[in-house]
């Protein structure tokens, strides 16, 4: 009988953890489609800036304000 107790309790950690994977799985995803839609328009803002002002200028903003915007949304967390 502790045999297959020991399935049963198996069976139930194996079908926790595919469960919880799964739910988790989505939300990452959409984080991720976020974050390259994010740098997309930073990249975007900088070549405007590049235009406008040079690439030194666009090079200080993606320093100052891009780089450190995307970083704390995408990367640190």
Known sequence: MTLSTTRLRLAFAGLLATATLGAAAPAHAGQE?????????LEQRFRQIEERRGYDAASRWWNDHGWPQYYERCVAP
């Open 33 to 41: 489609e976020r974050c390259e839609r994010k740098l997309e328009r």
